[in-house]
């Protein structure tokens, strides 16, 4: 086990790898269910359908690999083998996700999504399970955890926003030899490549960059042969902490909001507010910002108000912020652009979103650094350390963002029968009205969920002290 301060370029390191799951869960959430429904033709009910299809998958698959990546015993300890062997699979599947044979039928393309979708939620597990596990290994101490995660959330949004900016700016924008913009099919292509190329790139920096620190680490347990029943039973007994339940809770109904409101972002800019495709190109880089600054609000939320109530009061603050404008937007108080918008539209909306962008991040790096303290935690209750397990199960509970996410979107979509393959200023008023209302609802109605289960979290400054004690004893044959 390393001490308690992590060396700035093993934070760098280990942050950059979370460029592989931004720019993955970016495109599932930014752009998948537009490119296959609008521009493919594919149903939005099957787009969302084929991801709650992966997701079942998910459930089963993610924490088998934290249980593996747990007791995997090797040279290169416990997680860098799992790191190491995911990095080309994962960025050749995705580049095939974007670039589906011209051939395929609805029906096809529905399969052919339905098959990728699980192969790269697969291979990404892989890698960012045992990846985010490295996190209370590399630290016991409850804010320098925080300051960790806050790096990898860090370039987790930064990875993913720079590639959603850059796409829409300049491989999607429009031009005389791509007059269809957002909606040309090769650039989509295009897209896919470049993405592949940064998640191989970030998943080989983070291995290498934390590399050197194997040695230091725990090891795995000597390995038994054991049924799957009895692989299972562990795995229950450790999730089974009530801290541990409010956090996957909370993070599901988060990640499921996430994946709502990032499905539909480009319908709200596009739609509801008659932004132009530059216009939402500027938009997309309040990410950017958000991210930045959550990097200076999470420590300060973990020294001030410790994390559990620092998670609060962030996501209580979202609940006043582009939610109000909406309701200003059905209100007739605000108009959408170009024509009858306040020339302060953009701009207001810019500056809502890098608030709220802050707080969202801030609240994320709470969450997985609370989801490190309970480490400590299980290992006084089960005499094992689990850190793969834990992270297996929040990172199935952040995949819900692409399949219960885009699901709740296509619902949203259906709900209001919002027309396939409409260009902007060819959808009625009434439709557009009644789609803003409907997303309205939902995600408010998430938004508040979350905090009323943040708020069953138990672990403190305290308390996460006095386990790091007990657990050290515990490892070194203490008795308690």
């Not at 029906?107 to 596990?133: D, H, K, M, Q, W």
């Not at 969920?449 to 790091?468: G, K, M, P, T």
Request: hydrophobic share 50%.
């Amino acid at each position: 086990m390393t001490g308690n301060r992590v060396p700035i370029l093993t934070k760098l390191a280990y942050g950059f790898g979370a460029i592989a799951y931004g720019v993955k869960n970016n495109g599932f959430d930014f752009f998948l269910l537009l490119f296959y429904s609008q521009i493919l033709g594919v149903d939005a009910e099957l787009v969302g359908l084929a991801l709650l299809i992966a997701l079942v998958f998910d459930a089963f698959s993610d924490p088998f690999v934290g249980y593996l990546s747990d007791n995997t015993r090797s040279r290169w300890g416990r997680r860098h083998p799992w790191m190491y062997f995911s990095a080309i699979p994962v960025s050749v599947a995705y580049f095939f996700l974007w670039s589906p044979p011209e051939t395929l039928t609805n029906n096809e393309l529905f399969f052919y999504l339905v098959g990728l979708s699980i192969l790269i939620r697969t291979l990404i597990t892989l890698y960012e399970v045992p990846s985010s596990a490295l996190a209370p290994e590399l630290t016991r101490d409850y804010d320098e955890r925080t300051r960790l995660m806050a790096w990898r959330t860090f370039f987790g949004w930064i990875g993913g926003t720079l590639i959603a900016a850059f796409t829409m700016a300049v491989v999607l924008a429009p031009s005389d030899a791509n007059p269809e913009g957002l909606f040309n099919r090769a650039g989509f292509t295009t897209y896919g490549l470049i993405a592949s190329v940064m998640m191989f790139t970030s998943i080989m920096v983070a291995s290498l960059g934390t590399h050197r620190a194997i040695p230091t680490r725990p090891k795995a347990p000597v390995t038994e042969t054991k049924r799957l029943g009895a692989i299972f039973g562990e795995i229950f007994e450790t999730l089974t902490s009530k801290s541990f339940l409010a956090l996957f809770l909370a993070t599901i109904i988060s990640a499921v909001a996430t994946g709502l409101a990032m499905s539909l972002n480009l319908y709200l800019n596009t739609y509801l507010w008659g932004f132009t495709q530059e216009q939402i190109s500027i938009l997309i880089l309040a990410s950017l910002v958000g991210a930045a600054a959550s990097v200076i609000i999470a420590p300060l939320f973990t020294r001030v108000f410790g994390k559990r109530k620092g998670a609060i009061i962030a996501a209580s603050a979202t609940l006043f912020l582009s939610p109000v404008l909406i309701a200003l937007r059905l209100g007739g108080v605000l108009e959408p652009m170009p024509t009858d918008g306040p020339p302060f539209l953009l701009p207001l909306i810019f500056t809502v979103a890098v608030i709220e962008m802050t707080l969202t991040i801030t609240f994320q790096v709470l969450m997985f650094s609370m989801i490190a303290d309970l480490v400590e935690e299980s290992e006084v209750r089960t005499k094992r350390r689990s850190e793969g397990v834990f992270f297996a199960a929040i990172t199935f509970s952040a995949k819900a963002t692409q399949g219960l996410g885009i699901f709740a979107a296509s619902l949203v979509l259906a709900y209001v029968s919002f027309p396939e393959g409409a260009k902007p200023g060819e959808v009625s008023e009434d439709i557009v009205l009644e789609f803003g209302l409907t997303y309205l609802i939902a995600i408010l109605t998430l938004w508040i969920a979350r905090i009323f289960c943040v708020r069953l979290y138990r672990i403190d400054r305290e308390s996460h002290e006095r386990n790091v004690a007990q657990a050290a004893a515990i490892s070194q044959g203490t008795p308690q």
